[in-house]
């Protein structure tokens, strides 16, 4: 099958940069026995230049509306299958949306391949059809019909199974980036990233080495950005790809690569240092031990974050820290000792710079459960778009805020933080 597959993005913001990674794994995975040809498409007018049998879009919930869009505008021109992943369906999967045959739930992989199986036989196969695929939501014969769920998809243990993504747009004048692993081991309250993975599992030293070696071989790059939730989570696998890296790669990539502060120790920096790292980005999230006991689950304090700062900072290591500011549990105190904590830590050059975001429920987080059951949030009547957490476009009207400052204060507050985090770039 001739397949097209679409990341939903707003068409007003910037052209992408990045390639969308999770469509390039699945890119690979649908093209690895040469049964189908794929395509990644930039935009619908791309897709349907490319004559595709079916076409795949996915979407984080903040642009799911454009989503729904894309298939909209599809379907005006064609009765192709149209199918919807990603992180949004699968948080939500009764919100899928008639003009889709299907949503693929959770890992895309092998369900996808399945579904596409599938189609190739019937393009437009019944709803008992479609219920014999795991990892499915679908309506069962009409547009009013009731969303149905099939069982549950069980995840690949394996991951060194996958093919590594094929970065068919990369641009060698930005920074590359991959991913050694999938999922986090541990559940922040604000994160969906455990709800979608489920489980962290680890790609082995070596694919990991191979993958790089591949990419500083075609590409060339002068920074390698390894976007995993979590890459330093063990010594002794940060000590295996360090000898790997020494022994395999073409030249010594300078890496950015993301850490916990409570994780931080010596061994880990000189390892880190050793693997010719240059940035750790830690989610530090609030200069508040009550914050940081809510935002992270009583995992960290401020006094673990300030020694892991200082760590990082003895080992000539860039830390970028991130923060989240509008906790339901954050008042005027808490929300001015992380303003404080930034400040201190910029001037004393222990972080090389740092973002913040106000806090978002996205669906399957515990903040989303709290807002659903505080009556802030109503899933039925939400304007996805209002989950949006880049900076360029936040709506203050908009946001579901769960500040106790309420929204004038808590507006002070964030350009206070905005205008801070936007001089970064003016220096």
């Not at 940081?292 to 974050?305: D, G």
Request: include cysteine; proline fraction near 7%; aromatic fraction near 10%.
């Amino acid at each position: 099958m001739r397949v097209a597959l679409i990341e939903a993005r707003d068409p007003q913001r910037p052209a992408q940069i990045y390639m969308p990674m999770g469509l390039a794994y699945l890119k690979s995975w649908l093209e690895r026995d040469n049964r189908h040809q794929v395509i990644l498409a930039r935009s619908a007018a791309e897709a349907v230049a490319f004559s595709p049998d079916a076409v795949g879009i996915s979407a984080v919930s903040p642009n799911f509306p454009y989503a729904q869009e894309l298939a909209q505008g599809l379907r005006k021109q064609s009765d192709i299958p149209i199918i919807l992943g990603g992180p949004h369906i699968s948080s939500c999967p009764h919100s899928l949306p008639d003009t889709f045959i299907a949503g693929v739930l959770g890992e895309g992989e092998i369900t996808c391949a399945e579904l596409l199986e599938c189609l190739e036989a019937n393009p437009h196969p019944t709803p008992d059809t479609l219920a014999s695929i795991p990892g499915l939501a679908y309506r069962g014969g009409q547009a009013t019909a009731a969303v149905r769920l099939t069982t549950p998809r069980p995840l690949i243990d394996a991951i060194d199974e996958l093919p590594a993504p094929q970065r068919s747009w990369a641009d060698p004048n930005t920074p590359m980036w991959s991913f050694s692993s999938r999922g986090c081991p541990f559940r922040c309250t604000f994160c969906s990233t455990a709800a979608f993975w489920n489980k962290y599992r680890l790609h082995s030293p070596a694919y990991v080495a191979r993958e790089l070696k591949e990419l500083l071989t075609k590409h060339q790059p002068k920074l390698h950005i390894f976007m995993d939730d979590l890459f330093a989570a063990n010594l002794e696998r940060l000590r295996e790809l360090k000898a790997l890296f020494s022994s395999s790669l073409p030249y010594a990539v300078p890496l950015a690569v993301t850490v916990r502060a409570d994780l931080v120790t010596e061994q880990i920096c000189q390892v880190l240092k050793e693997l010719n790292v240059q940035f750790c980005h830690l989610g530090l999230e609030s200069g508040s031990d009550r914050v940081l006991s809510y935002l992270k689950a009583q995992t960290t304090t401020v006094e673990v974050n300030q020694r892991a700062l200082d760590l990082l900072h003895r080992h000539r290591l860039s830390a970028v820290g991130s923060f989240i500011i509008g906790a339901p549990c954050e008042d005027e105190a808490d929300i001015a000792a992380t303003w404080e904590f930034i400040d201190k830590n910029l001037l004393a050059g222990k972080l090389q710079s740092f973002s913040f975001g106000p806090l978002v429920a996205f669906p399957g987080t515990k903040v989303w459960d709290y807002g659903c059951e505080h009556g802030l949030i109503d899933p039925d009547r939400i304007d996805w778009r209002s989950l949006d957490i880049d900076l360029r476009a936040f709506d203050l009207n908009k946001y579901t805020l769960f500040s106790p400052l309420g929204r004038a204060r808590f507006g002070h507050w964030f350009e206070q933080f905005h205008q801070r985090w936007s001089r970064q770039f003016t220096r």
